[in-house]
């Protein structure tokens, strides 16, 4: 059971000013934990087992539809701070909170860390340069609905723990392995695996439709602005694109892994 601490009414208690210096990625980095508050994002966080380290929940804040999640709540072994309404709108990251913030640690995996199935082609998402919160969360959430078997993020500017990135993928995060790694080790992985590297480009001569997605496959994707850099587009073992036949040049990141890991799912179901 959760041990219930004093009630926070406080704005100027230490405790909610070290929270409220939780919003900054670089506090955040340095105590190593990250802040869970939706509820749907904070049930499939438990479902997932993953690990809690505090609890800070507003009675009056919470909806009654919540009365079974706050009950699991206070199952864990974990310190459990009831809060004043101020203090819950002072320590939220979102700017409407429903009454409860979990504070986790952050789980880094690595490229060793992934188990790949054996049985069947792996599918992998490679995501390079993508810092929008909202865009990681969304490719995390479509990925999950695919049945990709990780996605992998290149470049350590990505900060894959930010509150908005949770929300945004509504629970994915805790369902898809996620590792963050630099080029240099990302292709000799793929290769090692036997993991066929497609890279993504306008300028490709190969069509999305067209592209062979049956066999293990690690599909690659930049920013909309950017697109995929020399590094990798060049050392990918082939290219595709997927036309624009508007005024617009390119797709936002989510939209393009929406369609490229759907027809890798299209092509498998008809293949087997």
Not at 183 to 188: D, G
Not at 254 to 269: D, G, H, K, N, P
Request: proline share 6%.
């Amino acid at each position: 059971m959760s041990d219930v601490c004093r009630r926070l009414t406080s704005l100027q208690n230490d405790q909610v000013k070290d929270l409220v210096r939780l919003r900054n990625r670089r506090e955040r980095e340095r105590q190593q934990v990250t802040l869970i508050e939706e509820p749907l994002v904070i049930e499939r966080a438990l479902a997932a087992g993953y690990p809690v380290s505090a609890i800070y929940f507003c009675p009056e804040l919470i909806a009654a539809t919540h009365a079974a999640l706050l009950a699991d709540l206070q199952a864990l072994t974990v310190t459990m701070v009831e809060v004043s309404a101020p203090v819950m709108n002072k320590i939220s990251y979102r700017e409407r909170p429903e009454g409860l913030l979990v504070v986790a640690p952050q789980t880094h995996l690595t490229l060793a860390d992934l188990e790949l199935k054996q049985d069947a082609a792996p599918l992998l998402v490679v995501l390079e340069g993508v810092e929008k919160p909202g865009n990681l969360g969304a490719v995390l959430r479509i990925a999950d609905g695919a049945g990709a078997d990780a996605v992998i993020v290149c470049g350590r500017g990505t900060d894959l723990f930010n509150p908005n990135v949770l929300r945004a993928s509504r629970g994915a995060f805790f369902a898809v392995p996620t590792v963050v790694c630099d080029q240099a080790e990302l292709m000799p992985f793929l290769h090692k695996a036997g993991i066929n590297t497609v890279a993504t480009s306008p300028a490709a001569p190969a069509a999305w439709d067209r592209t062979d997605l049956t066999g293990p496959v690690a599909i690659l994707l930049g920013t909309e602005h950017d697109g995929l850099s020399s590094g990798l587009l060049d050392r990918a073992d082939l290219s595709l694109s997927i036309p624009m036949l508007g005024q617009g040049d390119s797709l936002n990141v989510a939209t393009s892994a929406a369609i490229l890991l759907y027809e890798a799912v299209r092509q498998r179901r008809n293949h087997s």
